[in-house]
């Protein structure tokens, strides 16, 4: 499966991502929901192998991080045009650290000699300019596009079905494929709105980037348009200037008809108008070597906003988990400060909703926000309304800045769609009858488990009868895993190629 797919990072590494992730987005999504149940907890959580902590030795009581930069990607610049007599030595970690762009003042990228944490000096960035080749320095490669006869009009996120049974329930992380670090489909026009709409009504509560992060975004930005204009060639385009005298000035939008001045436009918000993803930058903070929330537009928050972990440290992100400072904080510090931007990972988390809980604020005054949509009426609760929501998120490092950016979407689903997936109400029915109690009130409310419950058991019947599911199986993750058998043929099938 996905544990021995991933290269350079070893399965323990990989339980340790899994973890992170989870964490992040667990905690975040429940970060001002203490007063739901009148619990605060993270329940699927697990921790870092016992015998890896066992193993590390004891964290220097001062800042062990300082000196821990990711690889370097500078050897990469003597491969690219422009570079060809310049010495690429490589950084000593000293000079990474006492040499280091600061991210508590804003740093001046016209003060040469000072270096990103992946080794790239303000020289290399100035003369690196706009839209160097992205591919080359992460060590990613560029993607494909999407085949001629695609359509967005009849484009569906694939089906994500992240259930897991058995153990290694928390490893659910997913190989990265470069083709969808973003995924367009059909719902991209409403959800284009939505934003906008989020944006207008609650401003830097879900958009901001520190002056330190300017570089960064400005770096994802470029990776993000030059990923969709490769992907979807004829949906998305970029030009010169109107004088001819800037290459990749403007940016196209065909599906939004839209042209965008990307010397005058801000990185986050040329994001923000073009693509359907939230996105979340971590900066290395060079008086200890974490990492810190600099940036973020996000709007799939249920119950939260971003801008309430603003300039946070992981630590205090997750302040919120039990036992997070004692058992996992240094293994997670640790993999921050080494992620290779080679290695991107990716991850979906789920639930089961009464309603298509996009976006849902906390009240102002007590914090406090409401899940479901039949709160009070739960016994009028349909099946037709159960969703199933799926987070799907990847980590990567970008080349230059090294800021460790998250980007994840909300995908829902009827329920009622895994009736005819092989495998699925089973496996999905399994986990929310017998899961442990504390996963399960995470991934929904009571009624909705009781009313999904009722329905998977009865498609599983159907699937065993059919002979879909044959006599023998045991209900377990599926080797498909965040899929299931047949998924591709039946998702090309319904999209057309
Ligand atoms: C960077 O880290 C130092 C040491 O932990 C901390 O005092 C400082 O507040 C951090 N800087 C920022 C801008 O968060």
Redesign the pocket.
């Known amino acids: 499966m996905w544990s021995t797919q991933i290269p350079g990072i070893s399965t323990a590494h990989i339980s340790i991502a899994g973890a992170i992730i989870c964490l992040i987005l667990l905690t975040l999504q429940r970060s001002l929901t203490v007063r739901w149940k009148g619990r605060e907890r993270a329940p699927s959580v697990t921790h870092p192998p016992k015998e890896k902590e066992q193993k590390q030795p004891k964290p220097k009581p001062d800042?062990p991080y300082l000196l821990q930069f990711p690889p370097s990607r500078r050897h990469v610049l003597a491969t690219l045009p422009g570079f060809e007599k310049v010495d690429i030595q490589p950084v000593a970690p000293e000079t990474l650290k006492s040499q280091a762009l600061p991210?508590?003042t804003t740093p001046d990228f016209d003060k040469y000699g000072f270096y990103t944490p992946t080794g790239f000096s303000t020289q290399d960035i100035k003369k690196l300019g706009r839209f160097p080749d992205y591919a080359a320095l992460s060590g990613v490669r560029d993607p494909n596009p999407v085949p001629e006869n695609w359509d967005i009009a009849k484009a569906k996120f694939r089906p994500y079905r992240p259930f897991r049974w058995g153990y290694h329930q928390h490893m659910a992380l997913m190989k990265y494929d470069p083709d969808y670090w973003v995924e367009l489909t059909s719902t991209y026009h409403t959800t284009m709105s939505q934003r906008r709409s989020l944006l207008a009504q609650h401003g830097s509560r879900i958009f901001f980037c520190n002056p330190?992060a300017v570089h960064a975004c400005r770096e994802l930005m470029e990776m993000v348009l030059s990923f969709l204009v490769k992907r979807y060639p004829s949906h998305f385009s970029l030009s010169p200037s109107a004088d001819g005298l800037t290459p990749n000035a403007l940016f196209h939008n065909r599906l939004l008809s839209t042209t965008t001045n990307l010397l005058t436009t801000d990185p986050l918000q040329v994001l923000f108008d073009n693509v359907p993803e939230d996105y979340a930058l971590m900066l290395r903070?060079?008086?200890?070597g974490?990492y810190?929330l600099r940036a973020a537009i996000v709007c799939s928050s249920v119950g939260w906003y971003v801008a309430q972990h603003r300039?946070s440290?992981l630590k205090a992100i997750h302040a919120n988990v039990p036992d997070y400072e004692s058992k996992m904080a240094f293994s997670m510090d640790r993999w921050f400060s080494r992620l290779p931007t080679d290695t991107p990972v990716s991850r979906c988390s789920w639930g089961l909703e009464d309603w298509e809980a996009f976006h849902t604020s906390p009240c102002p005054q007590t914090g406090e926000w409401t899940r479901s949509a039949f709160k009070g009426r739960e016994g009028e609760l349909d099946m037709k309304d159960i969703k199933l929501r799926c987070d799907a998120q990847t980590l990567r490092r970008l080349p230059v800045s090294a800021a460790v950016v998250f980007n994840f979407k909300a995908i829902f689903t009827g329920l009622e769609e895994l009736r005819e997936e092989r495998y699925v109400p089973e496996l999905l029915g399994k986990v929310l009858k017998e899961g442990k109690r504390e996963l399960v009130e995470y991934k929904c409310e009571e009624h909705v488990r009781r009313k999904g419950v009722e329905a998977l058991e009865g498609w599983a019947r159907e699937q065993r009868e059919k002979g879909w599911v044959e006599e023998g199986w045991e209900v377990g993750t599926l080797e498909e895993s965040p899929f299931f058998p047949g998924w591709e043929g039946r998702w090309r099938g319904e999209q057309g190629f």
């Not at 903070?285 to 200890?288: C, P, Q």
Request: glycine share 0%; proline share 8%.
């Open positions: 800042l991210t508590v330190c903070n060079e008086s200890d974490l810190y300039d440290p």
